[in-house]
């Protein structure tokens, strides 16, 4: 290795390093103003750089290891999906999108991975040859960029990221694969062993799940795929990337159908103390590759570095405002909040809601659709009211 490169992903994983991913940019930006529920497009990269450049350095400076491009669902069906116009082309987001996450990823040690997700035209059933398309023009900017690795990340069918790994490989670079599926296996029931199966015969190095899920249920799914690949002799590495929310009600289709999504899930977010736990059992079950999804602050992932600061050998920066399981509480004026600055303590509080009439869990929606459903095909057109009131009275209906 030439002095001063960086090691690369394979490089650190092969070496038994852990690497810590980042949060996530799409719930983070809408909530700062720079992303549009709904749609849930990155042309923020574009827009808005300023935004998408501070939250990389927050991540940074919280520990992560990765600068994820945002270029979630930036490919041109998603970007022009029921009548969302656009400023700027999904070239511009994307390079714009490579640009910033390179821009940060020197500014420390971290590399750069661009990241292709599933598309509207899957779910519409076009065919192979059109989705790989799809694919391939967002990998030809991450190609032009020099990234050093790619993620096909948020697939909820497996055959869709198989198509989306078999274009990533081609390009010579490390390949990961993360699906948001939960241990019910993909939405066509494929379980999670065979979905990890599929995919490493597809070209993938690194294999997991991101999204959908919570820790415990991510890390569940995990180890269900590990297990799998190992059976079939096999080798790959692991990452888990869940939801900063807690999700125990949810069924195969995970967060989207909990009657809170996307606007009142704040009931349900994760305390760092959670993510402490949760870093300790990803490491555990061999995963080497431990990050966040929606819902992960900066604080959350500084959280996974400083529990696992032992085995990685340092703190990041922002450990530098931040007192080891509450030890800054010591300097607080309040004798029975200085009382808290102990490990015992926040390991075991069992937070409140403040929410005196609320339940602790819901009902999730069930509409059991999936590919090839009519409700799931896509149009440029934006939805009509006749279509909203049809998707109103069924809702209704099964209240």
Not at 112 to 128: F, N
Not at 153 to 174: C, F, I, M, R
Not at 216 to 235: D, I, N, P, R, S
Not at 384 to 394: G, I, M, N, V
Request: overall charge negative.
């Amino acid at each position: 290795m030439a002095p001063g490169a960086k090691k690369g992903i394979l490089e650190r994983l092969d070496g038994g390093e852990i690497v810590i991913g980042d949060g996530g940019f799409v719930f983070a930006l809408e909530k700062r103003g720079y992303v549009k529920a709904g749609p849930w497009t990155p042309e923020a990269a574009a827009e808005h750089p300023e935004a998408v450049r501070q939250l990389h350095r927050e991540f940074l400076r919280a520990g992560s290891s990765v600068m994820q491009t945002f270029t979630f669902y930036a490919s041109d069906d998603k970007l022009e999906n029921r009548g969302h116009t656009q400023s700027f082309t999904g070239q511009q987001i994307n390079e714009a999108a490579c640009d910033l996450a390179r821009e940060v990823a020197d500014e420390g040690d971290a590399l750069v991975a661009g990241g292709v997700s599933q598309t509207p035209g899957y779910l519409s059933c076009k065919s192979e040859d059109d989705v790989k398309a799809i694919f391939k023009k967002q990998t030809d900017v991450f190609v032009e960029k020099n990234v050093d690795f790619l993620i096909a990340e948020y697939y909820e069918h497996v055959e869709e990221a198989e198509w989306a790994v078999q274009v990533l490989k081609s390009t010579g670079k490390p390949v990961a694969a993360t699906l948001c599926i939960g241990p019910e296996g993909d939405l066509n029931g494929v379980s999670p062993g065979d979905c990890a199966v599929r995919l490493v015969k597809a070209g993938a190095h690194i294999v997991g799940v991101n999204c959908h899920f919570d820790p415990e249920t991510c890390v569940k799914t995990v180890k269900m795929m590990k297990e799998g690949v190992e059976k079939a002799g096999l080798k790959a590495h692991y990452m888990c990337q869940p939801l900063a929310y807690h999700t125990p009600d949810c069924n195969c289709q995970g967060f989207i159908d909990l009657p809170e999504f996307p606007f009142g899930l704040e009931p349900r977010i994760l305390t760092r103390w959670d993510v402490q736990k949760y870093a300790r059992e990803a490491y555990n079950a061999g995963i080497r590759y431990i990050g966040g999804c929606c819902g992960f602050e900066p604080y959350h992932i500084r959280a996974l570095a400083e529990e696992l600061a032992t085995e990685r050998g340092f703190l990041p920066a922002g450990s530098e405002k931040h007192g080891n399981w509450g030890a800054g509480l010591e300097m607080h004026t309040k004798p029975w909040v200085r009382a808290r600055a102990r490990r015992d303590y926040w390991e075991t509080l069992k937070p409140a809601s403040g929410r005196p009439l609320c339940p602790s869990m819901a009902s999730p929606d069930g509409w059991g659709v999936t590919k090839g459903h009519a409700d799931l095909m896509q149009q440029k057109e934006a939805t009509s009211q006749e279509q909203l009131k049809a998707l109103f009275d069924k809702a209704n209906k099964s209240q």
